[in-house]
């Protein structure tokens, strides 16, 4: 691995160091600076030249910012002569804006995939992009992964054999169903209705659900508008415990204290893609880690060896 360069922005320091110990490489560093109109000035500080290059950076809040430092970073490797510049973004926020629904609106998904590429990216390392046709936004190779073996080792620990796995809606079911063949359980899925980013309606869940015990599984949760809408049609359904799994934890606007004070919800599991401030932190938490299986994509990528190949057989528990 000495021809490797691992470099991390601002966004998730922790994660980036973490996938470094387990590569066994040291984590370059990179100074962020800002001029006095407010410009971001990137520098990466270590050499770059022909090596083997991967910049650690999901688009969390303040996604701009750390949009544009990602964007300077791909741009600083190219101009010092990386041989290749991979990408690992855990989070890709603007998977969210992956159709035109309305008229005049930007495909924000899209875009940004493209301002990567004009800034140097060769590669993107990603996981759990929103929907399918994200991974067609961009014009170079994308290694997508999943956490569904990682969440899946996790909830192994309870007892499974009356579990149903909920999907909120539709959209998300195909993954519901992988996640529920991993731990032998049922799989079910709402009939929800979209009216606003925070505004939803659930109006019947299709699937056994009665005297069961319930995990509800989606791509990401910000708000938490759609888990909680869910959780009141469960209810109406006698489900016999009830815990809830995403692998982006975003929780914006109070959303995980929301969630913790519901006193069926036994738990609530997300993945390290996003950063969870400590002050947020409620005993109903559990944040697995994807370091490793990041770690073994990006070894995976640098050694020439298939990164799909990591999914054809559950690791070692």
Known sequence: MRDIAVFS?????????ELCAHLGVPLSPTRVSRFANDCLEVQLQANCRERDVFLVQPLVTPVQEHLVELLMMCDAARGASAGRITVVMPHYSYARSDKKDMPRISLGGRLVADLLVAAGASRVLAMTLHSPQV?????????????????????RANDLTRTTVVSPDLGNAKEAAAFARLIG????????QRFADDRVSINSVIGEISGRDVIVLDDEIAKGSTVLELLDRLRE???RSIRV????????????KRLGEQPDVLEIVCTNTVPVPDEEYTEKLTVLSIAPALAEAVRRIHNGESVSALFDAPRSQ
């Open 9 to 17: 922005g601002s966004a998730h320091p922790e994660l980036a160091a």
């Open 245 to 256: 799994a995403c692998t982006h934890g975003l929780f914006a606007a109070g959303a995980l």
């Open 185 to 192: 359980a049922q799989v079910a899925a709402g009939a929800k």
């Open 135 to 155: 991974h067609g936004f961009f014009s170079v190779p994308v290694d997508h992964l999943h956490a569904l073996r990682e969440l899946a080792a996790h909830f």
């Open 237 to 239: 359904l006698g489900p």
